[in-house]
């Protein structure tokens, strides 16, 4: 009696150990599914508030509300950026310090994609020998993403111009140079170019550190120098430009035009497909462990 006793609390333990461990392994797989399906709908959030398309109507000479518009919601706003081929085509502004941006667009709204921004040091109508913008380095081309590009020179060629629009007139850009630095480089960051350094030690210095250097910079030049993070906590690639009173005709017209009806490059699945293989993924994963517990009931069944 006893002997059958132990043999059924024996059996029940085992069970109920069996039924914990499934039940565990089961509740931490559907965490890890809910937890991915989560991050797959935060990062495409934040990819959507980076999109280009956001600010569109907005544009200088766009069909739509118009860049003055922009500037009454939010005065911060000074310029337009065109790059011309790649992911960079937004709204620039200037904060009271170098952070309000970093998690803020250009509307003023809270955006982890944060905004371009002018370094709060530098003059915003680019009257400065060098004037500094700061952007997040995404992926799919968004802000500041596509200036990794220009470590190879073929690239730089091929995307070479663009657009400034700043006190109500169109400037061209002409880019010269792609520089990996530092996050701390004095010289490459220095809101005072002409001064400290001179004009002449910060070319000299570009020309020093660039990897990739296409054009022709003089002392009488305003530049722009766009930055963004690398892979390294200090890494930075920065694509140095000269303002030109000429303004360029963009090749990429209907590039811009195709990326702007599917999409943008490299964005994938759709949010709502990535949802759905989460969830798809969690009943098969469900199913899987679930059903070695079936077996046993089976193998037991038939002795």
């Known amino acids: 009696m006893w002997h059958d006793l132990s043999r059924r609390l024996a059996k029940g333990f085992i069970r109920l150990a069996n039924w914990l461990v499934d039940g565990l392994v089961l509740s ?19 990819a959507d508030a980076a999109s280009a398309e956001v600010f569109e109507s907005y544009k200088p000479d766009a069909e739509g ?5 922009l500037q009454a919601k939010n005065p911060d706003v000074c310029a337009w950026i065109t790059i ?12 009271k310090d170098n952070d309000e941006y970093l998690n803020k667009d250009a509307a003023g709204n809270f955006a982890l994609s944060g905004a371009l921004f002018i370094d709060y040091q530098c003059a915003k109508d680019f009257s400065g020998a ?13 802000m500041f993403g596509d200036l990794d590009q220009y470590t190879s ?12 629009y700043y006190q109500g007139k169109h ?10 630095a530092d996050g701390y480089d004095r010289v490459i960051y220095s809101a005072r170019v002409g001064e400290d350094p001179t004009t002449e030690d910060f070319l000299a ?5 660039a990897t990739v250097w296409d054009g022709e910079l003089t002392a009488s030049d305003h530049m722009v120098v766009m930055s963004t993070c690398g892979t390294g906590t200090n890494d930075r690639h920065v694509v140095i430009a000269k303002i030109t009173d000429q303004t360029y005709d963009n090749p990429y017209v209907e590039e811009t035009v195709s990326r702007t009806l599917t999409g943008n490059a490299g964005e994938g699945f759709p949010m709502w497909a990535k949802v759905g293989i989460a969830i798809l993924v969690l009943v098969l994963i469900a199913w899987v462990v679930g059903a070695p517990r079936k077996g046993r009931k089976n193998g037991k069944s038939g002795k």
Not at 65 to 69: D, L, Q, R
Not at 174 to 179: K, N, R
Not at 205 to 209: F, R, S, T
């Open 28 to 46: 931490f797989v559907v965490l890890v599914v809910l937890y991915s399906a989560y991050v797959l709908v935060d990062n495409g959030r934040v």
């Open 153 to 164: 020179a073929t690239y730089l060629q091929q995307h070479k111009y663009g657009d400034l």
């Open 171 to 180: 400037h061209g850009l002409e880019i010269v140079a792609y520089v990996p």
């Open 130 to 142: 060098s004037t500094i913008i700061y952007g997040h380095h995404m992926e799919n081309s968004l």
């Open 205 to 209: 210095y570009l020309q020093e550190n």
């Open 84 to 95: 011309y081929g790649t992911g960079v085509d937004y709204p620039v502004v200037q904060g």
């Open 65 to 69: 509300p118009g860049f003055e518009e």
